[in-house]
């Protein structure tokens, strides 16, 4: 597939911005340093998905997986399909196949991520010792 000039820019703008934010993410640690913080948790106490995030790529990125596991079991299970699914994009684009064609716009996979999610948030939040396991 013949890149455009204008996709070949946008193509690299993607490419350079997502090592800037990897490069941030493994030099700044999250825990220490004034990153965003949740904003479910801040007003409501509970935590959502997504609480932990930050904290377990950080330590993905280090290579600490069961310590990113501890911070969002979630965010560590499904890393490795976000990154399967980079590579199929990349793959797919290069190769000039349709987008629909990926898994990643499989509509069982959107289903099964948003009941994964719904219970993750749901057993995070219990009493107990299986939801102090899943907080972060």
Do not use: K
Request: with cysteine; aromatic share 10%.
């Amino acid at each position: 597939m013949l890149l455009t000039r204008r996709t070949a820019g946008a193509t690299a703008f993607g490419l350079l911005a997502g090592l800037a934010l990897a490069v941030l993410y493994f030099r700044l640690d999250p825990a220490h340093y004034p990153f965003p913080r949740c904003p479910v948790h801040w007003l409501t106490g509970l935590h959502c998905p997504g609480c932990g995030t930050q904290r377990a790529l950080h330590a993905l990125l280090h290579g600490h997986v069961v310590q990113a596991a501890g911070f969002n079991l979630l965010a560590a299970l499904l890393s490795p399909v976000v990154m399967l699914g980079l590579l199929e994009e990349a793959r797919g684009y290069l190769a000039g196949t349709p987008r629909r064609l990926t898994f990643l716009y499989s509509p069982a996979l959107g289903w099964g991520i948003i009941a994964m999610a719904t219970a993750f948030c749901i057993l995070r939040n219990l009493p107990g010792p299986l939801g102090a396991w899943l907080a972060p």
